[in-house]
C-alpha cells in the first residue's frame, strides 16, 4: 500500500483534491482578461489573509524567491542591517543579506527560543542606520513563533524597514501587516496556503516603497517596480505559474469560506493537541513555552533514542512522513507539521502511529497514551 502516504512535513505540506481539480483547468493565457480578472481576485483575497492594505505580489518562485525580492528591492552595498537568527530560516536573511553586501549586524538567540525584543530596542537605539530588519515570523526548524508585533511597535519609531518572513505562517497563524507595522512580508506556496512549491508573495508598505524606488541595486526578474507597473492591469512582468494561480484562488476561496478566524482556531486546536499528545508520552518540546508554533511541534527524541530511527519506523513501516531536526538538531528533534489541509484526524493518526515507532525502537510507551491526550483536547475537555 505504498500509496497510501501521510506527509506531515512543513513544506509541502498536502494540498486538497479541490485544489488538485481546480488546477486541472485547460491552460489559458496570461495577458488575458480571464487572468486579469482572476489575479484581481487572488490579490484582494492575499489582502485578507495578510491584513493589509499595501499592494501584494504573487511571485512564480519558491519563498525563498520572495525573500531574495525583499533583498534586492532594499539593500544597497554597504547599507547597514540587523537579522535576528534565531534558526534556519533566520540564519537565511543574514547569508541572503551579506551577499547583497550589506553590513549584517546579527542577533543570534537560542535555537527553541524566541527573539528577545529588549536585545532589538537596544540594537535599534545604538545604531540608528539601520535600513532594514530581518526577522522570521514561523521558524519552521524550530517550531518557535516570535512577536512581530512587538517588534513592529519598535521598529517603527526607526527609519529602518521591519521585513518578515511569513512563508510558514501565513494562513496558520495570524499575522497583522499593517496593524504590527510590517514593512515587507514574504510568503511561499507550498506550506499553510496549501498549494504545492512554486509560488512566492511578498508585500510592500508605502515606507518601504521610497526605498526600493530608490534603490539601483542590479536585479531584473524580481525587480518589484516591473511588478508594481504590471499590476495596475492585473498583469504580471513575466510569464507567471498560470496553473498554480488557478490553485491559489481554489485555496484562497477555501480559507475563506472556512474563514480566518476558524481557520488560526483550527491551527490552535491542533497544535494543542500534539503538546498535550507529547507531554502524556513522556516527550519534552524543543520550543520554550509561550513561543511555541502553532504551525509545527519540534519534540526532543527520548534521552539516547536518535530521532531518525523514530523517522525510519514511521516511515518504513506506516508510510507517515515526520521532518527531522536540521544541522545541529539532526537526530535529536523531529517535527509534526499541523499546517495548512490539516485536521484531526491527521493527528491521530500522527500520534498514534508515534507511539507504535517509539515501541519499536525500544521506548517504555505506554499506547494508546497520546492518542488519548489528543481526543480530550479534540473533545474540549482539556
Ligand atoms: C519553507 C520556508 C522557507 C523557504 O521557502 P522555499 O519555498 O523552500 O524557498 C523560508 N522560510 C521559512 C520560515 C520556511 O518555513
Known sequence: MK????????????????VFAAMSRPMFGHRSDDFA???????????????TKNEVFVLTSSGTGAMEAAVSNVIKPGDKVLTLNGGKFG????????????????????????????????????????????????ETSTAVTNDIAGMGALVAKHK??????????????????DEWNVDIAATGSQK?????????????????????????????YFDLNACKKNIAKWNTPYTPNVTLFVGLDAALDMIMEEGLENVYARHTLLANGVRAAAKALGLELLADEGCRSDAVTAVLSPEGISAEDIRKVLKNDYQITFAGGQDDLKGKIFRIAHMGFADKMDMIIAIGALEMALAKVGYPVQLGQGVKALQEVFLGRN
Open 192 to 220: 499553510a496556503l496549501m498549494l504545492p512549491p512554486g509560488l512566492g508573495a511578498i508585500t510592500v508598505s508605502e515606507k518601504a516603497w521610497k526605498v526600493v524606488e530608490e534603490n539601483k541595486t542590479p536585479k531584473f
Open 37 to 51: 480578472k482572476m489575479h484581481k481576485g487572488i490579490v484582494e483575497k492575499m489582502q485578507k489573509v495578510f491584513q
Open 91 to 138: 540564519e537565511r536573511w543574514t547569508k541572503m543579506a551579506a551577499k547583497y553586501g550589506a553590513v549584517v549586524d546579527e542577533y543570534k538567540y537560542r535555537w527553541g527560543s524566541a527573539a528577545d525584543l529588549k536585545v532589538i530596542e537596544e540594537k535599534l537605539n545604538s545604531e540608528p542606520d539601520y535600513v532594514a530588519v530581518f526577522a522570521t515570523h514561523n
Open 160 to 177: 529602518a524597514l521591519l521585513i518578515v518572513d511569513t512563508v510558514s505562517s501565513l494562513g496558520a497563524i495570524e499575522f497583522k501587516t
Open 3 to 18: 500509496d497510501k502516504q501521510y506527509l506531515l512535513i512543513p513544506g509541502p505540506t498536502p494540498v486538497p483534491p479541490t
